[in-house]
């Protein structure tokens, strides 16, 4: 999450985690685990990390602090050898009770701009809210448009629809995602390629399309139950399959000394 403790000393999604101070991780629980890695504010942990490209294991020192999940942030760039930035880049964190205002807030005021096309960055977002993403994709396709399908295992179906203003209806948009893109990021992807043929740049998604519900039993414990899976408006199953991208790009670690470029993001400007 950014600037937060973990992304100021360079950790990245999808990090394994070797050990924690001095204790392995091979045997633990993501819950066993996360008990070890939090503790009081300013004190300090050290995380063995491997990363893929990497040959070995290196360590992280983070001094515990809060943390604030960011929801969304957002500018005008400009385009390929153009000076007005007639671009807007809207980065989406999570799909939690703000994202549908701060999402409003950010749009009116590039469509006063004068912006000339939408990049919307979903990359490590993991989710939330159904009715958010159903909100958003609003802003993109037309009212009563299927944003995703909900499918039982009986075979009968239900369609969620738009319900929105369209104002971005003629704008061309580009969807960025990778492996952390996931849920409700999966669903407003899939929507916008199927019905505005929006083209997703990144790597393959997450995968988690399945709808869930929780039971209460008698000795007061919970069961959560898989009862649907999410579909894209073409028919596409998110779940275990994921969507892969129109264009494939892979982020590349820097050599030491050098500055990060998000080679994503630039091809999707």
């Given amino acids: 999450l950014k600037d937060n403790p973990s992304e100021r000393v ?21 819950e066993e685990a996360v008990k070890i890695i939090r503790g009081e504010e300013g004190t300090v942990v050290t995380l063995l990390i ?30 390929p ?16 009770a703000n994202a549908s205002s701060l999402f409003r807030d950010a749009v009116t005021e590039a469509l006063f701009s004068g912006t000339k096309g939408v990049i919307l960055d979903l990359r490590n977002n993991s989710g939330g809210f159904l009715d958010v993403a159903i909100n958003l994709a609003g802003w993109f396709i037309d009212k009563g448009d299927t944003v995703t399908e909900e499918r039982f295992r009986s075979g009968e ?10 104002a971005l209806r003629n704008l061309p948009v580009v969807v960025l ?36 519900e929780l039971e209460t039993l008698k000795d007061g414990s ?12 073409a028919g596409h199953s998110i779940d275990k ?12 670690e820097p050599a030491e000394g050098e ?9 999707a400007i």
Avoid: C, H
Wanted: charged share 30%; proline share 2%.
């Fill in 10 to 30: 360079g950790l990245k999604a999808g990090d394994i985690i070797v050990k924690v101070d001095d204790t392995l991780m091979a045997d633990f629980t993501v």
């Fill in 50 to 79: 491997m990363r893929e490209e990497w040959n070995e294991a290196k360590e992280f020192e983070i001094t515990r602090a809060t943390v604030i999940i960011p929801t969304l942030e957002w500018e005008m760039i400009a385009s």
């Fill in 81 to 96: 050898g153009q000076e007005d930035k007639n671009i807007v880049y809207i980065q989406l964190y999570t799909f939690n």
């Fill in 157 to 166: 179906s239900r369609a969620l629809v738009a319900r929105g203003n369209a």
């Fill in 177 to 212: 995602v990778n492996g952390g893109s996931a849920s409700a990021s999966e669903i407003l992807a899939g929507a916008l390629r199927d019905l505005r043929g929006a083209k997703l740049v990144g790597e393959k998604t997450f995968g988690k399309g399945s709808v869930q």
């Fill in 222 to 233: 919970t069961l959560k139950i898989s009862t649907a899976e999410w579909l894209t408006p």
């Fill in 241 to 252: 399959e994921g969507l892969e991208p129109d264009i494939e790009v892979a982020l590349e």
């Fill in 259 to 267: 500055e990060f470029e998000d080679a994503q993001l630039k091809k």
